[in-house]
C-alpha cells in the first residue's frame, strides 16, 4: 500500500511564487498516475527506486537522484518499477515568474527531466513545507522561501552541469585540434621529405678549374 503525505493549498493570488502543494510517497509496484492534464506546474524527484515518465510521445526512464517537470495543459503518465518502486517527492506551484525562472534552469516540456546529486537538502525541504502547513502569513513566508531554496539548488545543479558541458567541450577540442596538428605536422613532414629527395645533387668542386 502507497505511504504518502501530501499537504495541498487553496490559496491562489496572482503572485510571482507561489507553492499549491507538495508532498512525499512510497509507491507500490508498478503504482502510477495518469495519463492526465494538470492545471499546475509540478517538479517530482526520486529519491530512491525507478520508474517512468512519459510526455508528448516520449518515454524517460527514471532513476534516484533524477527528477522530471510537469508543465500545465501536457498529458503525463508516470509509472514506478515493478522491481523497484520509486520514492519520491512532489511540488506543486504557480506564479507569474515561472516561466522565467524554469528558463534559467533549463526545464521544459521539451527538456523536461534533471538530475540532482542534493536529494537530502531536497527532501528536507519538502519536510519543512509539510511541517509549516499553517493556513497564515507567516507559515506562507516560510514555505515561498522554501520553495525558492529548492529551485535554487536545481538551477545551481544546472549551472555546475552547464561548466562541466563547456569543460568537456573544449577539452574535447582542444584534444581534436591537438591530434589535427600533428596530423598536419606529419603530412608536412612527409612533403618536405619529398621535397628534398627530389632535389638532383649538386656538382662537387674537387679542385679543378677550366683554363
Known sequence: MEQAQVLTFLNNK?????????????????????????????IHFILNGKGIFQIREKTYHLETGQGFLIEPDELTFYQSDAQEPWEYLWIGFNGKMIPEFLKQIGLSSAHPI??????KELYWLVNDMLVHSKSNFSSDLRRTGLLYEFLSILATGALHLWKRQMLLSIAGGTICYMILLQVFCLIAGFRAVIFFSSIPPSKENHGYCNA
Open 114 to 119: 534533471f538530475h540532482c546529486d542534493k536529494k
Open 14 to 42: 496572482d503572485r510571482d511564487l507561489l507553492l499549491q502543494f507538495c508532498g512525499y510517497s512510497t509507491t507500490e509496484p508498478l503504482h502510477s498516475f495518469g495519463p492526465v492534464v494538470r492545471p499546475h506546474y509540478i
